[in-house]
């Protein structure tokens, strides 16, 4: 027979399988009488599980939802799934939830063995999602900055300036900023002593220098402004289309990417932020639907720039047949 504590926690990883159990099913699988099994079910109580059990015929024991979230037991596929999961709600574009899906993201990435890390990065590297607007960046270097944000420790890394050049820099991190479709890294740097924000798709090798710090006042009211103020003004194009569908219809195909506002039935408002104009192409041609270019006016230009090139791509370019008589010259 297991110990009490290995048993405990196969109790709990049954009990979160299936929605109900019957006691003699449970009892059966854990190899102990239904007396130990409600001994185990009391422990499970006493940290924080709030396992339901009813009497009858249909009685037995459940999983309910509690007043707080207890740790959960996950397998090796559960914990790979919900830190690549993670890392793509990181760039979902949906608002309000990337701070939160890095701080999650942190807390399962620290407790997976290196095993399932390497699965991990090698999953999001090859993976596109059509919900990132922008670079994506590797699990580890959000994970690693955000923890040196948390604990404040002094960070190093390698930084990859707008004109190329690679640099060796040590900060004193501050925030992290989503920003139009980019991760960015608000910290003090300790070579140039003044305030900096870092892209993080520009950025390698992130390690913790091992130094404590005390947080120094930032010249702006928040991260996020001084973010925009440091990369001259928004980050990105703010894309408007009067959209010939439904809002349903285009939030279940790009409610990712942008903001949907319904006008009646049959059309919508849809505005996308993007650093590049192709993503908001991209979208509107999978729609599947007639629209309308409300701004700016070069996404207008870059529509017709697309349009050429697949117009080219599509015109027909066989031999022409030739008229009686006349005669070809074999192609050598």
């Known amino acids: 027979m297991a110990n009490t504590s290995s048993r ?33 079910v009391d422990r499970l109580r006493e940290i924080g599980y709030p396992v339901h059990a009813s009497r009858g015929t249909d009685g037995g024991y459940q999983l309910a939802p509690g007043a707080v979230l207890p740790p959960l037991l996950l397998d090796d596929e559960e914990g790979v799934a919900l830190a690549v999961g993670m890392g793509d709600a990181t760039q979902s574009g949906i608002a309000g939830i990337e701070d939160a899906a890095v701080r999650a993201l ?19 590297a090859m993976t596109i999602s ?39 820099r040590e900060v004193e991190p501050h925030r992290l900023v989503p920003l139009g479709g980019r991760w960015y890294l608000v910290a003090y740097d300790l ?16 390690r913790s220098a091992g130094t404590r710090f005390r947080p120094r006042p930032l010249p702006a009211d928040d991260a996020a402004q001084f973010v925009r103020s440091s990369t001259g003004g928004h980050p990105g194009h703010v894309v408007q ?3 010939h569908a439904s809002a349903e219809h285009v939030r279940r195909v790009v409610g990712q990417w942008g903001t949907i506002e319904a006008i009646d ?13 192709d993503w908001p192409t ?12 409300l701004g700016p006016p070069e996404f207008v230009d870059h529509l017709r720039e697309w349009g050429s090139r697949f117009l080219l791509a599509t015109q027909d370019q066989r031999p022409q047949p030739t008229s009686p008589g006349q005669r070809t010259n074999p192609v050598p």
Not at 106 to 124: E, G, H, Y
Not at 191 to 199: L, V, Y
């Open 8 to 40: 405990t926690l196969r109790l709990l990883s049954l009990l979160q399988t299936h929605r109900h159990w019957s006691g003699t099913d449970l009892a059966d699988r854990l190899g102990v009488s239904e007396r130990t099994l409600r001994r185990d």
């Open 106 to 124: 942190t807390k399962v990435v620290q407790v997976l063995p290196p095993r399932l890390r390497a699965r991990v990065n090698a999953l999001r």
């Open 130 to 168: 059509p919900a990132a607007a922008g670079p994506v960046v590797p699990a580890e270097v959000l994970t690693v900055i955000a923890q040196a944000c948390r604990d404040e420790e002094r960070l190093r890394f390698r930084y990859t300036a707008r004109g190329g050049a690679d640099t060796d």
């Open 191 to 206: 070579t140039r002593h003044d305030w900096r924000s870092f892209r993080l798709d520009r950025l390698t090798d992130p």
């Open 241 to 243: 289309a009067l959209v």
């Open 265 to 277: 039935g049959e059309r919508c408002r849809l505005t996308m932020v993007s650093t590049t104009l």
């Open 282 to 293: 991209q979208a509107l041609g999978i729609i599947g639907a007639e629209f309308e270019v």
